[in-house]
């Protein structure tokens, strides 16, 4: 069943290019794809994120709930409005999702998963709590928005000046509510900014008021292309229920300090790594012309890899990618990717490429 946002009629009156993303009516761009991601880089933009889904969860085990879900640990957060990033995986370790907690207390936080895996989500959320003193409450009634460039917190608090005092103070990471609203500096872009939820009949006005204050409208498009330069996974294409975080460039997220700790996935990760030779995940910039895509086949020293996400990058002027490796392929090295019916040079990097505007390169 195709769905809606809260916002799908100001996409139209923005003359939104609409497209269907995970059964939703999204807009792609609103013209110009390079302008909204150069918008992003340079000044501010904002995207409807409303397709993706809030789920409060409350009750009296709801961290030991968190700790025994997530493959990252919930215990790390005691700062109200603190966000954690995370993993939800199956036994064998394959990626469920990747999701962001929101802690308020140990019986209240707020989790925010994918658009695309959201009622899977729920449903192995539901299932795991069985076990657990908690509820889990799914929040269609907000809207979400992200507002993100260099300029993008000061064009916030023009449009909405009141929000400052409870906003300002906000390290990465870190939400406030403030009234019904939930102000988070967060972001998929690698620039600075907001990701705010604020009740879905409110939708409209917000982001009538945002535009007023010089924020643009960005689609889709940019949003891919600003996260692939800023080094971060897109779900079912860098990693699935196939792929394990230890070879999606997610070991960061996987926290095996506490012993205690069970989480689901946990034996399958750790006999993984005893294994060794794990794949690795890195980033490609092409070296020749041509651009990099999906499922393109690179060839190194040590055999052979894909790319799982590639496209042009319109801040550095050149095609990039990201790539599951074979082992023992590192930064510095000069592989080949087949590309049609030829092999183009490519360097291997880390796998981020621009943050805060400037080239890690």
């Known amino acids: 069943m195709i769905q809606r946002t809260p916002l799908y009629d100001s996409h139209l009156a923005a003359h939104g290019r609409i497209v269907n993303f995970a059964d939703w009516e999204m807009p792609i761009n609103y013209g110009s794809q390079i302008e909204e991601h150069h918008a992003v880089r340079q000044d501010a933009g904002m995207f ?9 969860l409350t009750g009296g085990e709801s961290q030991a709930f968190l700790r025994h879900l997530l493959a990252n640990d919930v215990a790390k957060l005691t700062v109200p409005g603190k966000a954690l990033y995370s993993c939800l995986l199956q036994e064998d370790g394959g990626v469920i999702d990747d999701l962001i907690v929101y802690f308020f207390t140990e019986t209240h936080y707020r989790i925010v998963v994918n658009a695309g895996t959201a009622e899977k989500d729920l449903g192995w959320m539901q299932l795991q709590a069985a076990d657990f003193a908690v509820n889990l409450k799914p ?23 009141a929000s400052r005092a409870a906003s300002e103070a906000l390290v990465p990471f870190q939400a406030a509510e403030w009234n019904d609203w939930l102000i988070a500096r967060t972001g998929y872009t690698g620039e ?66 506490d012993a205690g700790r069970d989480f689901i996935g946990k034996s399958a990760l750790a006999g993984r790594r005893e294994q060794g030779k794990l794949q690795a995940f890195l980033g490609l910039v092409l070296l020749d012309k041509g651009v990099l895509r999906a499922h393109q086949k690179v060839v190194t020293a040590q055999g052979e890899g894909e790319i799982t996400s590639g496209s042009f990058s319109p801040t550095l002027n050149q095609s990039i990618a990201m790539a599951r490796l074979p082992g023992g392929v590192a930064p510095g090295d000069l592989v080949e990717v087949a590309v049609r019916d030829k092999l183009l040079r490519a360097k291997v990097v880390k796998p981020s490429f621009v943050r805060h505007g400037k080239s890690l390169i």
């Open 139 to 161: 929040r269609r009634d907000l809207a979400m928005i992200a507002v993100q460039g260099p300029q993008a917190r000061e064009r916030f608090w023009t449009a909405f000046p």
């Open 192 to 257: 600075d900014g907001f990701e705010i939820a604020v009740p879905a009949t409110a939708a409209i006005a917000v982001w009538e008021k945002l535009v007023a204050a010089g924020i643009r409208p960005c689609g889709l498009g940019a949003r891919d292309t600003l996260r692939l330069e800023a080094g971060m996974n897109l779900y079912s294409q860098d990693m699935d229920e196939t792929q394990n975080p230890l070879e999606s460039g997610l070991a960061w997220t996987v926290d095996m300090k």
């Open 48 to 56: 409807d994120v409303s397709h993706m889904l809030a789920i409060d």
